[in-house]
């Protein structure tokens, strides 16, 4: 069997290192490289992890997936939940960063917005005020 | 982890992420607007002329004030413009890059969204014939 990574350029191997990885916890994950390194694994949008205790920087746009789910999260600073929420005006999502079947456990997201159906921003828009109070009463202190 | 550039070309070709004109360029929108937020540019995209630029995401361009785009292709968007269009459901750009008194000539967009006030998301609706480009 051929290792690949040894081909890799050392930015190249800890992209597909990361991808790789189906867990992470208690440290800063910028959602953009995280993203991109998908896109250069050929992986259009980042499945199957959890996030545990960490801090999810943007700037940027989260496409929440089927399977997603946020289990005491702060969702962001905002006063009012609609503030990070998008409404996308094609059927389809460019830009945004698309993850499925990813679990969110006391994370706190900074400049991240959230998109998706209709459905899940309702959701989202009713889940975000309840979250953040709890991790507000919880102490607030994700890595 | 935070300071790695998405875009190889930011890391390997020097770039003065506050220059008033960039000609020629390929980078990420997050890899620009964090470039220049870290050299004191703060935190909107402002007075910029872009030209020839390769502009690329994963990001969300909040189009402000004074923000032209002249023979620009805005990328693969399946077809149909809507689809790199979003709509705040607040009133705040969260998530967004601010970018304002810009001007982009002759660019191209890949995988970039775009979000603004209802006159901007209509005007594009209106006026942009998307060219898919399948050369990423």
């Known amino acids: 069997m051929t ?31 995280l993203a991109v390194n998908h896109w250069n694994a050929g992986e259009m949008a980042i499945t199957g992890k959890t996030f545990t205790d960490c801090v999810i ?3 940027a746009v989260m496409a929440v997936m089927n399977g997603t789910t946020f289990d005491g999260c702060n ?7 609609r503030n990070l929420l998008l409404k996308p005006l094609g059927d389809k999502i460019v830009g945004a960063i698309g993850m499925a079947d ?7 997201f900074a400049q ?25 009463k919880a102490g607030g202190g994700a890595a | 982890m935070t300071d790695q550039p998405m875009s190889p070309d930011v890391a390997s070709r020097p770039m003065d992420p506050r220059a008033t004109e960039l000609r020629g360029g ?7 607007y964090r470039a220049s937020m870290q050299a004191g540019g703060g935190a909107v995209i ?14 969300l361009m909040l189009v402000l004030e004074n923000v032209s785009f002249d023979r620009t292709n805005f990328g693969p968007t399946g077809g149909n413009m809507r689809n790199m269009l979003f709509r705040p459901m607040g009133d705040m750009g969260i998530g967004a890059i601010p970018v304002r008194n810009c001007t982009f000539t002759n660019c191209r967009f890949l995988t970039l969204g775009i979000t603004g006030n209802d006159e901007l998301l209509n005007m594009l609706i209106e006026q942009v014939t998307t060219v898919d480009d399948s050369q990423n």
Do not use: H, Q, Y
Request: net charge negative; with cysteine.
């Open chain 1, 57 to 59: 920087e943007g700037p």
């Open chain 2, 46 to 59: 402002e007075g910029r002329t872009f030209v020839d630029c390769t502009i690329e995401g994963p990001a």
């Open chain 1, 102 to 108: 990813c679990r969110f456990v006391r994370c706190r």
């Open chain 2, 26 to 32: 390929r980078f990420g929108l997050v890899d620009l």
């Open chain 1, 112 to 136: 991240v917005a959230f998109t998706g159906s209709d459905d899940l921003l309702a959701e989202l828009e009713s889940g975000i005020t309840a979250g953040n109070s709890a991790m507000e």
């Open chain 1, 75 to 81: 969702m962001g600073a905002a006063a009012n939940p």
């Open chain 1, 3 to 33: 290792d690949e990574t040894a081909k890799m350029s050392p930015a190249e191997a800890a992209g597909r290192a990361m991808v790789a990885r189906t867990s992470f916890e208690k440290e800063a994950v910028w959602l953009p490289v």
